[in-house]
């Protein structure tokens, strides 16, 4: 009999999923035992010898945990389509292979992204809480319509990154009425008028279109953080940004809650620089209290995370997760490898 | 000078409207000067001799208010959709026309229809109001996702009433990869499956099909409760429909309370015969509190009746019924005239 490779699990994937690592032959089994984050100091102790490490966002993937494991690493696998807690270029400098899962929660995230426009315009914060204490009257809790209308035939979507949750999002928004897409993009890419062309074609809007962050925030009706997080993304939704947007519009975030500098978002709607906003990420999560800025907040509805948190996508994240880890330590093909260049 | 025709308004309908009432050479205007419900003995006081009276859902138009405003009533005018609180025959009997809101509020309807069966899914009750309390874990707070996905690609929109805001409904659930839709009409009108043909053809799903409630009931994966109020339809969503529905779907309210049993629902929210529920109308309202069932059910949303509630629909309803008002107290035609037959 072969020895197992041994790998370390950093939470419990559940009775759909865990099955399939627990009774593999050819595998040992190490799994974080608790129902919370992983203790650093537990994962650090049982790295040594690893072949596969399965982590999630809560774990830092740095030189540290690599050197703990050792030579024999071949693959990280996280369960998040993020990766800004793995540091690539140590992984890349030790030639450890490192699996992520893109695309399994694209729907459910763009599911989240409405839901948000929708609850920040419909003021939800304060519609949800309201019995017994409040008086109809026809214009009370009125905001923005996400809809477009007879007498305001158009809609602008405003997408700060423009990748597979943006145009999920955006073809949601269609029927809604929304006629128009403004876009920023990274930087280092050329603009592509084709390409957007094609893409305003394909979703049946009159226009898309890559513009500067100056420009977004001035058109949009509501505004969509949907890049990656990280230095390059810090706080470029800041109070510049802000107040530019129309009073009208609504920020929805289901990024990362660095690309939002809190402080200023909070005093743009106590303010009115704009109407509202939806908010599934927050810098400094899961450290957010009812005092939090956000929380208190007028007409801001703060999520704790769940743009993935449906059976389905869970179920689909964890076992691509499992799978990236599986191929990865055997030296097959992984279905959802980042390329990680030295 | 003719004399002008006393008309009685019973709420200030704000600024963008009321000046087209408060202006008019030939009107006598007298508006109820509260920020509440028109109190019931002054607008019987005032009502003698008017010409016109605009009302919201809380009045009762019936024989006791045509009664006191007399032979000079020529229009009675709701700035609503509904108009089970009109007494129709009373009105036929006088020759009273009536003036209504629809197609108006379609949009903005269909947009909370859409917000509460995200809602109801992502189980936002929870997760609105969890900060600090919470421990992320895979599958907390996971529900049955909207969104089709690659290992279920099909969704069943389940319709209670099929007309025009139901139909907008179903526009928006398409791009989330909803492919079927049922639904229950008034059983005295005929089945009509070339009409139900064009409607899939035109929204592009692969079925569109009148059917029992049971089978509703059996196959949706969201119910919207969308048909009118009043005694044919009462307490049409009862225990025996909600034991029938899958234990992954969600109900949605957002046409009157009296379609759904409220004890029936939040039983079956408590025993899990179905996931969750999007309610924006309660039977009772506006009397409904903290200790109400429904408010107390688990993964239930209950909202105070915000369905037509954004800026540009409630202007649109308002500018609607005083335009109702004026053409039909000057006899010109009215743009939404219910047709009432004596």
Known sequence: MPQRRK??????????????????????????????????KWLLENAPGASGILVLLSEKVNAELLDAAGPNLRVVSTMSVGYEHADIPELAKRGVKFGYTPDVLTDAVADLSIMLALMAGR?????????????????????????????????????????????????????????????????????????????????????????????????????????????????????????????????????RGTLVDSDALAKALHEGWLYGAGIDVVEGEPNVDENHPLVKAPRCVVLPHIGSATTET????????????????????MPAELSVSR
């Not at 304060?126 to 109809?136: D, G, H, L, Y």
Request: contains cysteine; aromatic residues 8%; charged residues 20%.
């Open 314 to 333: 869970r179920i689909g994240m964890a076992t691509l997760a499992v799978n990236n880890l599986i191929n990865g330590i055997f030296g097959r093909p």
């Open 7 to 40: 790998v370390v699990v950093c939470r419990d994937l559940g009775p759909d999923v865990m099955p399939t690592l627990l009774n593999h032959p050819e595998l040992e089994v190490i799994v974080w035992p608790e129902n919370s984050s992983c203790d650093r």
């Open 123 to 255: 003021n939800t914060k304060e519609t949800t809480e309201i019995w017994p204490n409040f008086v109809w009257s026809p214009f009370a809790f009125c905001g923005p319509q996400l809809s477009a209308t007879s007498t305001s035939p158009t809609r602008t979507a405003g997408f700060i990154g423009f990748g597979r949750i943006a145009q999920a999002t955006l073809a949601r928004l269609v029927p809604f009425g929304f006629t128009h897409c403004l876009y920023t993009a990274n930087p280092s890419t050329p603009p592509n008028p084709a390409a957007d062309a094609q893409v305003a074609a394909k979703y049946g809007v009159k226009e898309v279109r890559r513009v500067d962050m100056a420009e977004l925030a001035r058109e949009s009706d509501v505004v969509f953080v949907l890049a990656p997080g990280g230095s390059k993304t810090y706080h470029i939704v800041n109070e510049e940004f802000l107040k530019q947007m129309k009073k009208t519009a609504v920020l929805v975030n289901t990024s």
